[in-house]
Every structure is written in C-alpha cells, then in structure tokens.
C-alpha cells in the first residue's frame, strides 16, 4: 500500500479520460476536500498491468464513434445541399 505525505493509505484509480485513459495512479483520499494533500503518483509503468487494456479499448471505440458521428453528419449535408441545388434547378426550368 502507498502512503501519502498526510499519511494516510492511498486509494488506487483508473484514468477514464484523455491520453492517459487506462492508466493507473495512487491518489490521498483526502485529494479534493479543502484541507486535502495534493499527492499523486502514477503507478509504475514497467509493470504492464498497470495499464487498464478495457479502459484503453473503450476510449477507443469513443474516438471511433465520435469520428463516425462526424462522418454521418457530413453526408446529411451533402444530401442537403443536393437537393436544395435539385429544387433549384426545378425552379430554373
Ligand atoms: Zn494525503
């Protein structure tokens, strides 16, 4: 068990976000209250388990999704566009 500068057992967490998103780290458990210590340690990385692979896959398929969304939408405008430039034309002839 890691110890903080307070004294007191740290709690082990998983990153669910951003680059380091799977990765593990010790935090006090007193980290977000007012008079709580700021200390804070990753958990070694030679260890490979300290890096959570579910953690890593789901913000994976986050990015995939997001980019698929994105993707979606543009060929919503494209349609758009195309029949909008369709009626025009109509109203041309
Ligand atoms: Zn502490």
Do not use: P
């Not at 939408?73 to 195309?82: A, D, E, P, Y």
């Amino acid at each position: 068990m890691v110890v903080c500068s307070c004294n007191r057992d740290c709690g082990l967490y998983t990153t669910r976000q951003g680059e380091n998103t799977g990765r593990r780290f010790y935090r006090c458990t007193r980290y977000k209250s007012l008079d709580g210590c700021d200390f804070f340690r990753w958990v070694d990385d030679a260890h490979h388990s300290s890096v959570d692979i579910k953690y890593q896959l789901f913000a994976m398929e986050e990015r995939i999704n997001r980019k698929f969304r994105r993707n979606e939408l543009l060929l919503k405008m494209c349609v758009i566009v195309i029949v909008i430039q369709f009626i025009l034309l109509l109203f041309k002839m």
